[in-house]
C-alpha cells in the first residue's frame, strides 16, 4: 500500500506539472508573440520543453508502478531513471533550439517589446518557483529521481525567465530612453536561457544515466545494514555486502557467515530471518541471502 502511495503522489505532482506548463507556454508564447520579445518567446519554448518533461515522467512513473513479473522479477524501478533521462535529453535540445533562434533574431530587424512580456514573466517567476519548491519536497520525501529531475526543470524556467525579464527590461528601457543598442539586450538574454538551460540539462543527464547504470550504495550509507544483519542471531560475519539501487528501489545481495556445523535447514532459517529483517527498511525491494560457512580467518 505505501509503495502505491508513493507512485500515486508522484503521478500526480508529474500532472499539475503538464497542466501548468501547458498554461505558461501558451500565455507567453502568446504575449511574446504580441510584444515581440524574443526572450520571451525562448521562454515559452522553454515552458514547453517542461511538458513534455513532466509528461516523461508521468509515464515513467506509471510504469515504474507495476508490480515484479516473470520478465521483470525484480520490478520496474529502472523507469524512473529512464524517465529523467529523457527528460534531460528534451532540455538539452530545447537549450540548443533556444539559443539558434536567439541568435538569429540578431540579423533580423528588432523593436523594444512591450510591457506586457513583463507582466507575464513575473508571473512565471513566481508560479515556476512554487512548482519546483513542490515537486522538489515531494521528490526527495518519495525519494523519486524523476520528480527531483523534473523540479530542476522548473527552477531552470525560473532562471530563464529572470534572464529573460533583464532583457525585456533593458530593451524597453532602451526604447524609451533612446538608447537603441539596448534593443539587443532582448535576444541576449534569450541565449543566456539557453546556456542556463544546456548546462542543468548536462548535469542533470550525467546524474540519472549515473544513477540507471547500476551503482551500489557507499559504505556509509549500508552502515545500518550491516548493524541489522548482525543483530541477528548466529550471524557470525559479513563477507560481502552490496545494495543497489533499482530506481527508487534498493535490490540486497548478501553474503553471511554461519557456524559452519549447522544443519542446511537452520542455515536457511537464520538467512530468512535476515531477509526479513532487512525488507522492513525503506526502500528495500528484494534480498538475495548467501550463506557460507564461518571461517575465523577469512575476513570480511
Do not use: C
Amino acid at each position: 500500500m505505501e509503495h502505491e502511495q508513493r507512485f500515486n503522489k508522484a503521478k500526480t505532482a508529474a500532472m499539475v506539472g503538464i497542466v501548468g506548463n501547458l498554461i505558461l507556454a501558451a500565455v507567453k508564447a502568446a504575449a511574446g508573440l504580441w510584444s515581440q520579445s524574443q526572450a520571451l518567446i525562448a521562454d515559452a519554448a522553454h515552458s514547453a520543453s517542461d511538458v513534455a518533461g513532466s509528461f516523461a515522467v508521468w509515464v515513467g512513473l506509471r510504469a515504474a508502478a507495476r508490480p515484479p513479473d516473470e520478465d521483470h522479477p525484480y520490478g520496474h524501478g529502472k523507469a524512473e531513471s529512464i524517465a529523467a533521462i529523457i527528460v534531460a535529453v528534451l532540455l538539452f535540445l530545447v537549450g540548443l533550439e533556444i539559443g539558434r533562434s536567439a541568435f538569429l533574431s540578431f540579423f533580423a530587424p528588432l523593436a523594444p517589446p512591450g510591457m506586457a512580456a513583463v507582466y507575464v514573466l513575473l508571473v512565471s517567476i513566481v508560479a515556476k518557483e512554487a512548482m519546483f519548491r513542490y515537486k522538489y519536497r515531494l521528490g526527495k520525501t518519495l525519494n523519486s529521481e524523476a520528480l527531483i529531475v523534473n523540479a530542476y526543470e522548473h527552477r531552470s524556467d525560473v532562471f530563464s525567465s529572470l534572464a529573460a525579464l533583464f532583457g525585456v527590461g533593458a530593451a524597453i528601457a532602451g526604447g524609451r530612453w533612446g538608447i537603441d543598442w539596448l534593443v539587443y539586450a532582448d535576444p541576449l538574454a534569450g541565449l543566456f536561457v539557453a546556456l542556463l538551460v544546456l548546462k542543468m540539462a548536462w548535469d542533470l543527464g550525467r546524474q540519472s544515466i549515473h544513477t540507471a547504470i547500476d551503482h551500489v550504495l557507499h559504505e556509509e550509507e549500508t552502515a545500518d545494514l550491516r548493524a541489522a544483519v548482525l543483530s541477528v542471531p548466529d550471524v557470525r560475519q559479513i563477507n560481502e555486502l552490496y545494495a543497489r539501487e533499482h530506481g527508487h528501489d534498493v535490490i540486497v545481495d548478501l553474503k553471511i557467515a554461519v557456524d559452519p556445523q549447522l544443519t542446511v535447514e537452520e542455515g536457511h532459517r537464520i538467512g530468512k530471518k535476515v531477509k526479513e529483517k532487512l525488507l522492513t527498511f525503506p526502500r528495500i525491494r528484494n534480498v538475495l541471502v548467501h550463506i557460507n560457512p564461518y571461517d575465523p580467518e577469512k575476513k570480511s
